[in-house]
């Protein structure tokens, strides 16, 4: 690829949004809708910035863009637009600009969550806190210390026959009889488990068990604020890169198993005490967790039996939601304090899908939504309001995503291409950290092949074009240069193979089919799906415009798509919190119908097909339904 | 009359219908069938050698063992019409976790010629079987089989279950199969081990009529 | 660290998706392993092109059927995975390998496996082939038949580095089929082939110095 002509990252360009005044700045080759969002607009209201909708039009009144690419071009052509008109989704800016922007893509409210943080709307949460007033004890009062705080509580619960936990008395008599007698009590139903000072609320943890990362989550269980979150690696991958590796190493003997589980514990527990020290926490204010992750994290934390998920029928040792208390996995946190493992769906759809389900609002929400969470295995539901069906599967999308299977392919760290995109006719990239490039990373991966694509340097089929003048056909096929040996970290060429291609054909399609075969199953097509929600640390980064372009995701009509983060983190949150959505987790893993997808023939034929690249098209066949007849015609005439 | 070197040629070239008619032939002309029987196996070493230098492949031994197994069918009688006695029990196996039984069932065989009582204990036998085998037959020698070098385990396993019955002290015991040799032996603590199956004969042979000098 | 691989066939693909491409790499082929004696002799050529050439040779094999005992190279170290064979890699430990074969012996094939087999004809389905043209059908059946008769079971091993399961599968149902075994699959991985790519060589490992020769005891627990 040729180097920038702006770079990248220096220019500074300032956007300003007429009519609010809203002005961000932001690098040259940024589009219009990332500098909207930067700016807290949403310039997308159709298809999320997928490049589907057409319905992202601003005009841009003063400054430089980079001209329209062809698609962008031939959707503006078919239109009867004024000068200046462009799509949010596909123009980048050249110089400082000013754009119009329609006044519906002003938000309204909370829907700029980027984050995945869906604010916490049931709060019943388990654990209860009261203030106590108490008077210490004398020769007229020589009540235990169990019947004074009872009787207290019983006044200001209103209701009575309080349990009192042995650890929570040596809780109390500690810090009463240091002179505070007058103490929150943390209550769990009738169990009085802990206690601290006043003003000490009750804290909870939710924790995401990821393969690559762990997330937790400091939460307030009064006010169910969150108070601080922290990511960390995952410890077991020395042990395993994939999850299954790591079972394997679990079931060859118990000593490993215990070991995984006790590192993965620890990790948790050190992640803990760090937020608690940020955010001015004693550990004895945590009295409630709640913890989400695939069914292979789950087994390892909980230290449960796993060969019998390695081999054929391929079964949970425990899929229902699991309630211990948090000493039995070390952490000494509230004397009364217990961990919540919501329940799974079933194979290896896991915990943390459910935790997405609920997030997203996927089981109750009135659109018909499709949700994915993609990583070496891929989640998918569909959920259709309407007949009430509630589809899940797992497809075995394969490491291209971390890196895996391509020549120069890695994880996204310092030096990975993670963005590649058209500028001038030229193709550009940028790395993690801005580094030199030392290797492609997921997301770079998607996006060049969408550019690839865009520029017919590869075929429907997935082959090299060996005219084109940036590939060479090497010792062992083709390979499409993306970065020479003088521009990259280690000094070698970074490149895109044939096989590179095919192995991303095979990745892509398995999620693509098992897409259409759930959407096949529930007895929808395509156009009736009214949302794509794409969660996971991966999908953050995953450009869905080029995922939709090589055929990863399916192009739905009238569908938004939307980029949620790390859903199951916030779902994890919303059990922690309420008794209700922990019922309501339990619903979800009840009526979600796992499919078994090589049982369909439709699946094996979707796949076949799907690993094949969509036609290149331009969005005229949508905009065409919305003009007036004869423009269409011509429209029509003028497509490829 | 056939001489023994057609019939060691036909075996090694594979050629059954001739190997059969030859054997049968030669029998018919009284040719003492131990001698026959060692043709057969100076024809099966033959293939062995063939099958090392790549001449021949899997199948061309699977083939062999077919050949000899029929012959060995014809000679049995003739073997066991010399003797009144027999010469002592053997009891064999394949050990736990291998299926392997070819190589089992030649020696198996050529020790039931040579007039042994053998007590086959079938494949993926554990070391408890082996044991109770033993008690009950009264057999003093024990061959262990294995092709794969997960049997090493088992095999030592099985040597172990002796000591612990307290009766390694009366029992010889002798492995062998595709990996075994020296080095294995001394590992699972055999007593000695074949290389083919004459050897794994003459090694039954040695310790039971030793036994009973 | 430079570092040059000798490696089966069955191990290969998954071995060079972990080290960079500029590894050198030897690849000898699956059907070796039906002669150790062989095998062994090829390997230590193999060894002694390598020896001096680099700091550390990787062998892409287990102890199979002791074809490594003995192996020894002068100059450059050697690791090799600790393991009876690649059925024991692909399960990921030596206990799981035990205990699989344990509960019920199996046949066993992995992605390798497959590879290697369509590559070179030298699977069970190729051998009835042969057989069956030299000496008919029926004796194939009987022979070939013979050989696999002890299999009641054939398990495909799936790690997440293989691609294209599809086309695995159907091989190897169809060899089930014809062999009259039950197909059954097993999650695997090439976790230890990653170890030994990264040179995290730990317990699962057998690292051999320069001029000491490979043992026996090497390789059992």
């Known amino acids: 690829m040729t180097k920038p002509e702006i770079e990248p990252g220096t220019a500074g360009c300032e956007v300003t949004f007429q009519p609010l005044g809203r002005r961000i700045v932001v690098t040259a080759g940024t589009t219009l809708l990332e500098a909207g969002r930067r700016a807290g607009l949403l310039l997308c209201g159709g298809c999320g910035g997928v490049g589907i909708c057409g319905r992202c039009r601003v005009s841009v009144s003063s400054g430089n863009m980079f001209p329209p690419d062809e698609e962008e071009r031939d959707f503006l052509a078919a239109g009867s637009y004024s000068p200046g008109t462009r799509l949010a989704c596909e123009a980048r800016v050249a110089s400082s600009v000013t754009v119009e922007a329609p006044l519906s893509s002003f938000p309204s409210g909370q829907r700029l969550q980027v984050e995945g943080d869906v604010a916490v709307t049931a709060h019943d949460p388990i654990v209860k806190a009261y203030q106590l007033q108490l008077c210490p004890p004398s020769l007229d009062d020589s009540r235990s210390d169990y019947r004074r705080v009872a009787d207290a509580l019983d006044a200001v619960a209103g209701h009575t026959d309080w349990e009192m936990l042995p650890g929570a008395a040596s809780c109390f008599s500690s810090l009463a009889r240091k002179g505070r007698w007058d103490l929150n009590a943390y209550t769990r139903r009738q169990q009085v488990i802990g206690f601290a000072n006043c003003g000490m609320n009750p804290v909870g943890v939710a924790v995401d068990v990821g393969c690559t990362k762990i997330a937790v989550y400091l939460v307030d269980l009064c006010t169910g604020a969150e108070l601080a979150a922290s990511g960390t690696p995952n410890p077991q991958i020395p042990y395993g890169e994939d999850l299954i590796s790591r079972l394997v190493y679990a079931a060859a003997s118990t000593e490993k198993a215990k070991s995984l589980a006790v590192m993965v514990r620890e990790c948790i527990l050190q992640v803990c005490a760090k937020l608690c020290d940020s955010s001015h926490i004693i550990k004895e204010q945590i009295a409630d967790i709640c913890v989400v992750g695939n069914t292979a994290m789950m087994h390892l934390l909980l230290n449960l039996p796993v060969a019998q998920l390695l081999s054929a029928p391929f079964v949970a040792s425990i899929d229902r939601d699991v309630d211990i208390p948090a000493s039995d996995l070390g952490w000494q946190f509230a004397p009364g304090a217990q961990v919540h493992v919501l329940p799974s769906i079933g194979g290896f759809v896991g915990a943390d899908h459910v935790a997405m389900i609920m997030a997203r609002n996927i089981d109750r929400c009135e659109k018909l939504t499709v949700g994915l969470d993609i990583g070496t295995n891929t989640e998918i539901v569909v959920r259709d309001p309407g007949t009430g069906s509630f589809l899940t599967t797992s497809v075995p999308s394969g490491p291209v995503f971390e890196g895996g299977h391509v020549s120069h392919g890695m994880r996204a760290a310092s030096g990975a291409i993670e963005k590649v995109y058209s500028l001038n006719g030229n193709l550009r990239y940028t790395t993690i950290d801005g580094t030199k490039p030392i290797g492609i990373c997921g997301s770079g991966t998607v996006d060049l092949l969408a550019e690839l694509r865009r520029i017919r340097c590869v075929d429907e089929r997935g082959h090299l074009s060996k005219t084109h003048a940036l590939v060479e056909s090497g010792r062992s096929g083709a390979r499409f240069l993306v970065a020479p040996a003088a521009d990259t970290g280690h000094g070698r060429d970074i490149v895109l193979t044939q096989q590179d291609i095919t192995q991303v054909q095979l990745a892509k399609a398995a999620i693509f089919a098992g897409i259409e075969t759930l959407l096949q199953l529930t007895g929808v097509s395509p156009d009736d799906v009214q949302q794509l929600v794409v969660a996971g640390a991966f999908g953050s980064y995953l450009d869905l415009r080029s995922a939709v372009s090589i055929g990863m995701l399916p192009r739905f009509q009238n569908a938004e798509y939307l980029q949620v983060g790390n859903a199951a983190g916030a779902g994890a949150k919303l059990a922690l919190v309420s008794k209700s959505e922990r019922e309501r987790a339990r619903k979800i893993a009840e009526k979600a119908k796992r499919i078994e997808l090589k049982q369909y023939a439709i699946f094996d034929r979707s796949m076949a097909r799907a690993t094949r690249f969509p036609e290149l098209r331009s969005l005229i066949s949508h905009a065409a339904s919305q003009l007036p007849v004869s423009v269409q015609d011509e429209a029509r005439s003028g497509s490829d | ?213 | 660290m430079r570092m040059k691989v000798i490696s089966c066939r069955v191990m290969i693909d998954e071995m060079r998706s972990f080290l960079p491409a500029d590894v050198e790499t030897e690849v000898l082929e699956i059907s070796r392993h039906i002669r150790p004696k062989q095998l062994k002799q090829e390997l230590q050529s193999a060894i002694d092109r390598a020896d001096g050439t680099c700091d550390v040779i990787l062998l892409g094999y287990g102890l199979c059927s002791n074809a490594v005992v003995g192996l020894r190279a002068r100059k450059s170290r050697m690791v090799v995975p600790k393991m009876h064979d690649c059925i024991g890699v692909f399960l990921g430990s030596h206990q799981a390998y035990v205990d699989e074969m344990n509960r019920e012996p199996a046949f066993f094939l992995t992605q390798g496996y497959v590879r290697g087999y369509l590559s070179d004809h030298s699977g069970p389905a190729d051998e009835f082939e042969k057989v069956a043209q030299r000496y008919g059908k029926e004796k194939a059946e009987k022979i070939v038949g013979e050989m696999m008769r002890p299999y009641k079971r054939l398990v495909y091993i799936k790690t997440v580095q293989a691609t294209d399961l599809e086309a695995d599968r159907q091989y190897a149902a169809a060899m089930a089929s014809k062999f009259n075994m039950r197909y059954e699959e097993k999650l695997g991985t090439s976790e230890l082939l990653r170890r030994m790519a990264e040179g995290k060589w730990d317990t699962d490992f057998v690292v051999v110095e320069p001029g000491r020769e490979i043992t026996l005891e090497d390789f059992l627990r």
């Not at chain 2, 043709?39 to 061309?60: L, P």
Request: hydrophobic letters at 45%.
């Open chain 2, 1 to 213: 009359m056939p001489s023994l070197e057609e019939i060691k040629n036909a075996l090694a070239e594979l050629n059954e219908d001739l190997a059969l008619q030859l054997v049968k032939d030669a029998l018919a002309a009284k040719t003492p069938a131990f001698d026959v029987l060692k043709a057969c196996q100076d024809g099966m070493t033959e293939v062995g050698r063939r099958f090392e230098c790549q001449d021949y492949f899997v199948s061309d031994l699977m083939m062999s063992g077919e050949i000899f197994k029929q012959i060995g069918a014809i000679l049995e009688p003739e073997l066991k019409a010399g003797e009144a006695q027999t010469v002592g029990k053997v009891v064999f196996g394949t050990v736990k976790g291998d299926i392997h039984d070819i190589g089992k069932d030649i020696v198996v065989n050529m020790l039931k010629s040579a007039n042994f009582e053998v007590i086959d204990l079938g494949v993926d036998v554990p070391p408890e079987k082996f044991v109770a085998a033993l008690k009950e037959s009264g057999a003093t020698v024990l061959g262990l089989s294995g092709l794969l070098t997960l049997a090493f385990d088992s095999m030592k396993a099985t040597v172990q279950a002796l000591q612990t019955a307290g009766m390694r002290e009366k029992v010889k015991v002798m492995i062998g199969g595709g990996p075994v040799d020296g080095n294995v032996c001394r590992v699972v603590g055999a007593d000695d081990w074949g290389a083919d199956a004459q050897h794994a004969v003459r090694l039954a042979k040695g310790w039971l009529t030793s036994a009973h000098a």
